[in-house]
């Protein structure tokens, strides 16, 4: 008989998998907030350009860690 699971193949924790997704929500806060202040404000000064970047930035590695924790 066939194995419904590849030999090898470990499914992760539930704990783990919502821990994940509570990080990469906290994680997405810093971007949603960087582009509301970046669509009201529309600052020039590249300090304030540099710190929306770093956090859209921050935000990605939010989603990409959402989108590992359903995978």
Sequence with gaps: M???EPR???R???ALTFLMVVVG???LLPGICA???MASMGSDDPTIVGLWVVCVLIALGGGF???S???
């Design 25 to 27: 929500l906290i994680l």
């Design 69 to 71: 924790a359903f995978r």
């Design 8 to 10: 090898g193949y470990m």
């Design 2 to 4: 066939s194995d419904p």
């Design 12 to 14: 992760r924790h539930p």
């Design 35 to 37: 582009i509301v202040f």
């Design 65 to 67: 860690l959402l989108v």
